[in-house]
C-alpha cells in the first residue's frame, strides 16, 4: 500500500480533498485516513512537526499498515537562491542538520552504524520528473536537510548551506529518510517553499503556509495518476 505523510494538518487537507476516505483509525495519539484513489487504497496522515513524530508516523505506516512506498508532501524553507516562494523541490536525498558528534571526530549529521544521506527513490523522482515536464512545472531537486528548529537566520541557513549542500530546509524528511533507510521502504520528499529560512521567514511561513502546501498537495495528485 501507498502511504502519504505529511507534518501538518495544512499540509494534509488538501490532500484528502481528493480522496475517497473509506475509514478513519486511531492509532498512538494520531488518525490514519484509509483512503481510495483511482482504484488504489493508500493510507494518509499528518505525524505533527519534528523529527521525532514524522519517525513514529512513519514506522507506524510501514509497520502497522504494510506501507511499501512513501510520499511526503508539505512545505521547506528555501536554502537555492533559485527556489522562490510557492516553488516545488523534491529531495534527492535528506539529512539531519542538527545531529552533531562533532567531539568525536565525526562529521556533521553523521550516527554511527548510520550514515549522513538516506537517498530519495530515483523511480518515484523519474516520475515526479516527468509529470513536471508534462504540466509545464518547474521542479528542482537537491539535498533537503532537516533539523528539530525552525531556521529563521540567515547564518544558520548558510551553515546548513556550506556543509550539507541543501536546497531546502525543514523538520522531518531526515528522519523520514532515516526510518525508510532502516525499513527497507523507498521514500519520495515533495515541498513547496514556504519561506526563505531568514529573518521574517515565521511571518511568511505562516501567510504562505496553506497556500504552498496546496501547491504541494496538487502537484502530490497528478503524480499519484502516474503510479
Ligand atoms: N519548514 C518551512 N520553513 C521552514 C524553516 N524555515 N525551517 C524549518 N522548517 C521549515
Same mark, same amino acid.
Given at each position: 500500500m501507498t502511504g502519504i505523510l505529511c507534518a501538518m494538518r495544512e499540509e494534509l487537507d488538501p490532500i484528502l480533498e481528493y480522496m475517497n476516505i473509506k475509514e478513519k483509525i486511531k492509532h498512538a495519539n494520531n488518525i490514519f485516513y484509509i483512503a481510495e484513489f483511482e482504484g488504489e487504497d493508500i493510507v494518509l496522515a499528518y505525524s505533527k512537526i519534528g523529527k521525532v513524530n514524522a519517525s513514529i508516523t512513519a514506522t507506524i505506516m510501514i509497520e502497522k499498515f504494510g506501507v511499501d512506498k512513501l510520499l511526503f508532501s508539505g512545505v521547506a524553507g528555501g536554502v537555492d537562491e533559485d527556489l522562490k516562494i510557492g516553488d516545488l523541490i523534491i529531495a534527492t536525498k535528506t539529512c539531519q542538520? %542538527? =545531529? %552533531?558528534?562533532? =567531539?568525536? !571526530?565525526?562529521?556533521? !549529521?553523521y550516527i554511527p552504524e548510520s550514515k549522513v544521506f538516506f537517498e530519495c527513490d530515483e523511480d518515484l523522482n523519474n516520475i515526479a520528473q516527468n509529470v513536471a515536464g508534462k504540466l509545464g512545472i518547474k521542479l528542482k531537486d537537491g539535498v533537503i536537510a532537516s533539523g528539530d528548529q525552525f531556521v529563521h537566520s540567515k547564518e544558520r541557513k548558510e551553515w546548513i548551506k556550506k556543509i550539507f549542500n541543501a536546497s531546502a530546509i525543514e523538520m522531518e524528511g531526515g528522519a523520514v529518510g532515516c526510518v525508510c533507510w532502516n525499513e527497507g521502504v523507498p521514500f519520495f520528499m515533495l515541498r513547496a517553499i514556504s519561506d526563505t529560512a531568514e529573518e521574517g521567514a515565521g511571518v511568511d511561513f505562516d501567510e504562505f503556509l496553506e497556500e504552498s502546501s496546496k501547491i504541494s498537495a496538487k502537484f502530490l495528485i497528478e503524480m499519484l495518476k502516474e503510479l
Open positions: 542538520h %542538527d =545531529v %552533531d558528534l562533532t =567531539v568525536f !571526530g565525526y562529521e556533521p !549529521g
